[in-house]
């Protein structure tokens, strides 16, 4: 057993310490590259909306700029952290219910990912795998936030083109007796699983053909290998569940014609 008493404790600064990217000139640099090698390879391939590249490089350098600054100026306090990831889920519902084109349903929506996002959080707190400040809340909620409205998106989405395209088995499963809830959920629960591949595979690939961003995170923090594993798997097996209930509840909702728009609500008769 090493000095101390403390078997395999593995010291950070053997894998060389932090290592920070620091904004500056060499960053600058590098995105304006990155960004003109995107912008060539569209013009090469032929590609439609390339200035639309350059306005989504603007937009993320402006937004993460002002979330950094928001964020330093919050994460020494719980409560601010709490109110700032309040927020982030409120433009995380308004993002969803826009996409899937049912604006008024935004209380379904926010009820579909409340129901995977709060069990979530819960259990990573009661567990003590996260502790309750706000620099270690922030980045975890939000990474958990954002891949639930994704998941929420995905299933709307594929349900909706569903109802809207088998629309006359729709008529035919009422015809036969069933209630609304029944014939819109022979239409569209075979889609639900579809909606949650991007998520599974995302959990499969993991360290085989990707590393993903809260691996490289606490490497580039400083963590070792092995806490990097853990804080992946977590966030990951989060993710997992988080999607799975939402993708679930949301499901139900549609079938109960709670979320949907306009155009379902009003050709879906019951």
């Known amino acids: 057993m090493p000095e101390g008493g403390r078997p395999h404790e593995i010291d950070p600064a053997a894998y060389g310490g932090p290592v920070a990217i620091n904004p500056g000139w060499p960053v600058a640099i590098a995105c304006l590259l990155l960004l003109a090698l995107t912008l060539t390879t569209y013009a090469v391939g032929r590609l439609p909306n390339a200035p639309g590249t350059a306005v989504a490089a603007g937009r993320a350098v402006l937004q993460l700029g002002v979330a950094a600054l928001v964020i330093t100026s919050v994460v020494r306090s719980l409560w601010l952290s709490i109110m700032l990831l309040c927020l982030m889920f409120t433009i995380a519902v308004a993002t969803t219910v826009r996409r899937i084109e049912a604006r008024s349903a935004w209380p379904w929506a926010t009820l579909a990912m409340l129901a995977g996002l709060v069990p979530v959080v819960a259990i990573i707190l009661l567990t003590r795998t996260v502790p309750p400040t706000g620099i270690a809340l922030i ?45 819109i ?23 085989v053909v990707t590393l993903p961003g809260a691996f490289i995170g606490v490497l580039l923090g400083g963590g070792t290998p092995a806490q990097a594993a853990a804080a992946q798997v977590l966030v990951l097996l989060g993710i997992m569940a988080a999607q799975t209930v939402t993708a679930v509840v949301a499901e139900h909702l549609v079938m109960r014609a709670r979320l949907l728009p306009a155009d379902l609500q009003a050709t879906l008769r019951p």
């Open 139 to 183: 980045p975890v909620v939000g990474i958990l936030a954002g891949n639930t409205m994704n998941g929420h998106t995905l299933t709307c989405r594929r349900t909706f083109a569903a109802l809207r395209e088998e629309h006359g088995q729709y008529e035919a499963a009422l015809s036969l007796g069933m209630t609304r809830a029944q014939a």
């Open 185 to 207: 959920a022979e239409i569209i629960h075979r889609r639900v699983p579809e909606a949650l591949i991007p998520g599974l595979d995302q959990v499969r690939t993991a360290g």
